[in-house]
T-cell receptor, first 109, second 113 residues
Framework: QKEVEQDPGPLSVPEGAIVSLNCTYS??????FMWYRQYSRKGPELLMY????GNKEDGRFTAQVDKSSKYISLFIRDSQPSDSATYLC?????????FGTGTSLTVIP | EADIYQTPRYLVIGTGKKITLECSQT?????MYWYQQDPGMELHLIHY???????EKGDLSSESTVSRIRTEHFPLTLESARPSHTSQYLC????????????FGSGTRLTVV
């Protein structure tokens, strides 16, 4: 069983839609939870970072962590064409990082 | 501007050639990493370093080697490239896990023919 499971999509939404991206994990020892955004032909860039259950908001982005269900989500409000990218979830315990396979998102103008 | 740089961005090379992928960061991070990324697959850690003269192999078996002679520089070398090495290679650095996660370079897309 993989440490981190992420629906690969692809996901296609109209501009202005609310997008929900999700990951599940199996190891309750994970301490830190991250979302990365990766544009085509670029490296991943850190979007959101949290270490506790609950919600963390940054502009149009909200990261949600539910440690009891081993489930994390990223919500994008008022999605824009510039949000079209692959989104990777990542989790860490100690110095070990584990990444999801990424969800490809296309926002159609 | 503090950043992490990878060169070359794209490389097409013949089987059996020796290649070195360069990675440099200007942030003074102690920890550096090499990941392999293939379409639809999770990132696989192939090497990491927690400081100068410290290198370790990651989870994914790799025929590559790395060195860390200077804090800012973490090159990856393939002594004899094979078609199975065709992939995207991502370099990353971090201060520590408990801060802001990784900063990634733009990657090197390697094709071995």
């Amino acid at each position: 069983q993989k440490e981190v499971e992420q629906d690969p999509g692809p996901l296609s939404v109209p501009e202005g839609a609310i997008v929900s991206l999700n990951c599940t994990y199996s190891n309750s020892a994970f301490q830190y939870f991250m979302w990365y955004r990766q544009y085509s032909r670029k490296g991943p860039e850190l979007l959101m970072y949290t270490y506790s259950s609950g919600n963390k908001e940054d502009g149009r982005f909200t990261a949600q962590v539910d440690k009891s269900s081993k489930y994390i989500s990223l919500f994008i409000r008022d999605s824009q064409p510039s949000d079209s990218a692959t989104y990777l979830c990542a989790m860490a315990r100690g110095n070990q990082f584990y990444f999801g396979t990424g969800t490809s998102l296309t926002v159609i103008p | 501007e503090a950043d992490i740089y990878q060169t070359p961005r794209y490389l097409v090379i013949g089987t059996g050639k020796k290649i070195t992928l360069e990675c440099s960061q200007t942030m003074g991070h102690d920890k550096m990493y090499w990941y392999q990324q293939d379409p639809g697959m999770e990132l696989h850690l192939i090497h990491y370093s927690y400081g100068v003269n410290s290198t370790e192999k990651g989870d994914l078996s790799s025929e590559s080697t790395v060195s860390r002679i200077r804090t800012e520089h973490f090159p990856l070398t393939l002594e004899s490239a094979r078609p199975s090495h065709t992939s995207q290679y991502l370099c990353a650095s971090s201060v520590a896990v408990g801060t802001a996660g990784y900063t990634f370079g733009s990657g090197t897309r390697l094709t071995v023919v």
